[in-house]
């Protein structure tokens, strides 16, 4: 099963609860994967310490011209969607940065005058827990503006999603990059804050979810922190509130000092067991839970 | 005119809410700026839930295209699923579809299609709005959820936002950028004079503090720091201090963790003109100061 863990608004719990999850069903023996998809800053590793070992770059090819067969035609900056390649003055440019990497210049050029070159957006970095969870992760190259593409190699990449549970740490917002890490998710988790902020965020990743037609629940993070805005739109959307981790000083100190729920709350084991049984039967028999 | 933009990495360290207490005092009489804001955050637009605004004008905002199949023409030879790098393109029985979703909006398909089956149909991708708040005029926008080219939405946002300030003279635009790194950040970054970073003393926020900064470093842009929740764990706000000193980067303020935030959030207003003697307010008051400083500094 994968379960992603989503929020719409940053800051709202997403790793803590992604790492929690992760480290609690590893003890209830199943295989666990967890996949840090927030590449461009992705802090899973903080709270479960794996051993990083495996490393592999995330490539786009990008166009390359051979400027002596070509003619200067401009077909390529034609079919190019993105303005990555342009033809000024007779003479053929490439913007890697602007590149998506489709290939299609390639395809189209008359001369055959374009090859193909791997240019680099970032790095996938894999290794195990001492928990014994499978842990991967990408991180996007500083100043490049692609995530998605590390995203989706990183969803490839190695025996990750081979796992009995495989648990998704995705970036916020509600665009490409969110898109990107929950696809294929068999559920979806959504981490709020009980403010406005939180609720405006909230109802914007509900909506991803409905697009891509997961279901979903919401654990409410800092509980106690704000008002009730967000216990009244589960109730009028039916959104089922699957936890609510309290506003406590204790909490929010260990996780700043970079320990995970578990050790600071070890009860959580216990709870986030109960709700990956309960996400379980309910996906079996299609009902909420 | 100059630019100055929020920025933080890490999501919800408090960028909102110091660029909503920023728009609150530079929207006081003697104010060194005449400001207009530009809520850079498309995905999570919260500045508006602060400022409270009275929309004047919505534009509808086309982003990219993806790709359509005409069942009619298509002769299912599969040279689109071929060529696409996507994974966008399914069969089933014989019938070839396209996921608009996994679709990139490359074309590649569009220009390899013997039959000429294919075309590209543009994408409604959200709104954006020039609006009127008591803090001064606002630009901001929505994304539809799921949708693409959050980066060219920001671009919009902020150079109608620019477009207004150069018209009317006004002298600072006030950018609340969104978390991360990457294509969205790039778009709040670009053209800003001053990137002020408002970072957390957590593990977390500390490790997106570098890169952000390293970004900002990328970019030629020069960056301020100041803590938020300074309090909360003091051993970080002790790194965050020590890493400033030794990178010479200037560290403009620390605010203490104060629930005062969230109510005035809650009451829909900047928590300087909501409680504008809490602990918060007053930090952000001194932060104010020296970012306004260090802005007058660049004009020297």
Not at chain 1, 217 to 226: T, W
Not at chain 2, 96 to 109: E, F, L, R
């Amino acid at each position: 099963m994968k379960i992603a863990i989503a929020s719409g608004k940053g800051g709202t719990g997403k790793t803590t609860v992604a790492t929690a999850f992760a480290q609690a069903l590893s003890r209830m023996e199943y295989s666990v994967s967890l996949v840090d998809c927030d590449v461009e800053a992705p802090n899973a590793h903080i709270f479960i310490q794996p051993i990083l070992d495996q490393f592999e770059d995330v490539n786009v090819l990008i166009p390359s011209v051979d400027a002596d067969s070509c003619t200067g035609c401009g077909l390529c900056a034609e079919v190019c969607q993105f303005h990555a390649i342009v033809v000024i003055g007779g003479k053929t440019l490439v913007f890697p940065e602007m590149c998506h990497g489709c290939g299609s210049c390639t395809l189209v050029c008359p001369e055959q005058a374009i090859s193909e070159i791997p240019n680099r957006l970032g790095v996938l970095e894999g290794g195990l827990s001492q928990e014994g969870i499978r842990f991967g992760q990408g991180i996007l190259d500083i100043g490049e503006p692609m995530a998605v593409p590390v995203i989706s190699k990183l969803k490839k990449w190695q025996n990750l999603m081979d796992a009995e549970i495989v648990v998704i740490d995705s970036p916020p917002g509600a665009s490409c990059p969110v898109v990107e890490s929950l696809r294929g998710a068999d559920y979806i988790i959504l981490v709020t804050e009980p403010t406005p902020f939180g609720l405006h965020d909230l109802r914007q990743a509900y909506q991803v979810t409905q697009v891509l037609g997961i279901p979903a629940g919401i654990i409410i993070n800092r509980d106690g922190i704000g008002d009730t805005g967000v216990d009244q739109y589960s109730a009028e959307v039916g959104i089922d509130i699957l936890m609510r981790i309290p506003l406590e000083r204790k909490i929010g100190q260990g996780i700043a000092q970079g320990k995970s729920l578990l050790e600071v709350k070890p009860e959580y084991e216990k709870y986030f067991q109960q709700l990956y049984l309960q996400i379980g039967e309910a996906l079996s028999s299609g009902n909420n839970l | 005119m100059k630019q100055l933009v929020i920025l933080s990495g890490k999501g919800g360290t408090g960028k909102t809410s110091v660029a909503a207490a920023f728009a609150d005092l530079l929207s006081l009489e003697n104010a060194p700026f005449k400001t207009v804001l530009a809520d850079a955050d498309v995905d999570a637009s919260n500045l508006e839930l602060v400022l409270m605004p009275s929309v004047v004008e919505r534009e509808e905002f086309w982003g990219g295209s993806v790709a359509e199949i005409d069942s009619d023409n298509c002769s299912a030879c599969g040279i689109c699923a071929e060529v696409c790098r996507f994974d966008a393109v399914s069969v089933k029985d014989d019938v070839y579809t396209v996921d608009p979703i996994a679709c990139d909006g490359c074309a590649a398909c569009v220009y390899q299609c013997p039959n000429e089956a294919i075309s590209m149909k543009e994408q409604l991708a959200g709104e954006w709005y020039r609006s009127e708040s008591r803090y001064g005029p606002l630009f901001h926008a929505m994304l539809i959820p799921a949708q693409e080219n959050s980066g060219k939405l920001v671009t919009l946002v902020k150079q109608q936002a620019r477009l207004l300030a150069l018209d009317e003279a006004y002298d600072l635009v006030l950018v609340d950028g969104p978390p991360g790194i990457g294509c969205p950040v790039i778009s709040a970054v670009s053209g800003a004079n001053l990137a002020l970073i408002v970072a957390e003393p957590t593990a977390s926020g500390v490790h997106d503090m570098h890169r952000v900064l390293e970004t900002t470093r990328h970019f030629g842009v020069e960056a301020l720091i100041c803590i938020n929740k300074a309090d909360i764990y003091l051993d970080g706000t002790n790194k965050i201090e020590e890493y400033c000193r030794k990178e010479n980067i200037r560290m403009v303020g620390k605010i203490p963790f104060d629930l005062m935030v969230t109510e005035s959030m809650i009451h829909g207003k900047p928590v300087t003109s909501y409680q504008p003697e809490s602990p918060a307010s007053l930090a952000i008051r001194d932060v104010w100061t020296e970012v306004m400083k260090a802005i007058k500094d660049q004009e020297l």
